[in-house]
C-alpha cells in the first residue's frame, strides 16, 4: 500500500492545476501552426502561455518563428520540465507559480487553455495590464459578451479564438 505514496504525490505534483485554472492537456501539436497564423507572429514579439504545462508550444515557436516566449506553470514537476528544457533555448523562459501574480504588460501575444471558470478574473488582469494591439489568443471557449475578431475552427479538433485589445488594453 505504502508504494502508492510516492505515485500519489507525483501525480499532485503533475495535475497541480486541477486546484488551479486548470489541469495539464497540452495543446496538440498539430495545433501549433493554427495558433501561430492566428497570433500572427513575428520575429521579435514577446508571446505569453499563461500555465505553459511542458512548455512544448514555446520550445516549438521560439525556434520555428524567433518569437520571444514566457510561460508561467504552477505544477512543480511541469515547471521543472520545462525550466530545464529552456535553458537549451536563447528565447524562452519559464516562471514558477500562479501567473495572476505575474506582469503581462509587456507581452505582444498572450495565449490561454484554460477553464473558463478562469476567465472573469482573468479578463480583469489582462483588461488591466495589456496594451493595445495586444492579440489574446483562447483554445476551446470564447469569452462571453465579447465578439472575437478571428476564429479558427476544424471539424474533430480544438477551436481557437483571436481577439485584440483596444484602448488601455479593453476587449
Ligand atoms: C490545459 S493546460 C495547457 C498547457 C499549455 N498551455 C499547453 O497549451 O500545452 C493548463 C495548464 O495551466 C496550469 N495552470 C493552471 N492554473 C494555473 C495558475 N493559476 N498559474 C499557473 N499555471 C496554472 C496547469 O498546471 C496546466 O499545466
Redesign the pocket.
Known amino acids: 500500500m505504502y508504494f502508492l505514496i510516492p505515485i500519489l504525490i507525483l501525480i499532485i505534483l503533475t495535475?497541480?492545476?486541477a486546484f488551479?485554472?486548470?489541469?495539464?492537456?497540452?495543446?496538440k501539436k498539430e495545433d501549433f501552426d493554427r495558433i501561430t497564423k492566428l497570433a500572427g507572429l513575428r520575429p521579435g514579439m514577446l508571446f505569453y502561455?499563461?500555465?505553459?504545462?511542458?512548455g512544448?508550444?514555446l520550445f516549438y515557436l521560439s525556434k520555428k518563428y524567433n518569437v520571444n516566449c514566457v510561460g508561467?506553470?504552477?505544477?512543480p514537476l511541469?515547471f521543472l520540465y520545462s525550466k530545464i528544457k529552456s535553458l537549451f533555448y536563447k528565447n524562452v523562459k519559464i516562471y514558477y507559480?500562479?501567473?495572476?501574480k505575474y506582469d503581462l504588460s509587456k507581452a505582444d501575444i498572450v495565449?490561454i487553455?484554460?477553464l473558463p471558470k478562469?476567465y472573469a478574473r482573468l479578463r480583469k488582469k489582462l483588461e488591466t495590464e495589456l496594451r493595445k494591439d495586444v492579440k489574446i489568443i483562447l483554445?476551446s471557449w470564447p469569452f462571453e459578451d465579447c465578439e472575437p475578431n478571428q476564429i479558427d475552427k476544424k471539424e474533430k479538433a480544438f477551436t481557437y479564438y483571436s481577439y485584440i485589445t483596444k484602448e488601455n488594453g479593453y476587449l
Open positions: 495535475f497541480t492545476g488551479f485554472a486548470a489541469v495539464w492537456l497540452p495543446t502561455d499563461l500555465g505553459s504545462g511542458d512544448e508550444l508561467i506553470e504552477i505544477s511541469l507559480g500562479d501567473f495572476y495565449y487553455f484554460l478562469s483554445s
